[in-house]
């Protein structure tokens, strides 16, 4: 069974920072690549950046620069560091993960940048 727990989420103000973390089921975590999406209210769900498990990463470009994914194996968890905060980065984060049979998704947390 494939389990995604994140957390990390909060109020933030603008240009500020937060690190959000997704643990994975061990099996999962080492075989196929971690992403992290968002939505945010009244859009679509967008993705935002992935991490291989060679840990080759890619970023939507409004993020890059700003955003940082990682992995850490020795604790099966993924990790999404976000420094400068705009408003626009509003939204509720999911973990993912795209196996042959299905995608997964955890249950989301939610960030907010305001002041």
């Known amino acids: 069974q494939v389990q995604l727990v994140e957390s990390g989420g909060g109020l933030v103000q603008p240009g500020g920072s937060l690190r959000l973390s997704c643990a994975a089921s061990?099996?999962?975590?080492?075989?196929?690549?971690m992403a992290w999406y968002r939505q945010a209210p009244g859009k679509q769900r967008e993705y935002v950046a992935e991490?291989?498990?060679?840990?080759?990463?890619n970023y939507v470009d409004s993020v890059k620069g700003r955003f940082t994914i990682s992995r850490d194996s020795a604790k099966n968890t993924v990790y999404l560091q976000m420094n400068s905060l705009r408003p626009e980065d509003t939204a509720v984060y999911y973990c993912?993960?795209?196996?042959?049979?299905?995608?997964?998704w955890g249950q989301g947390t939610q960030v907010t940048v305001s002041s």
């Open positions: 061990g099996s999962i975590f080492n075989t196929y690549t």
């Open positions: 993912s993960v795209l196996t042959p049979s299905s995608r997964f």
């Open positions: 991490i291989t498990v060679g840990g080759v990463t």
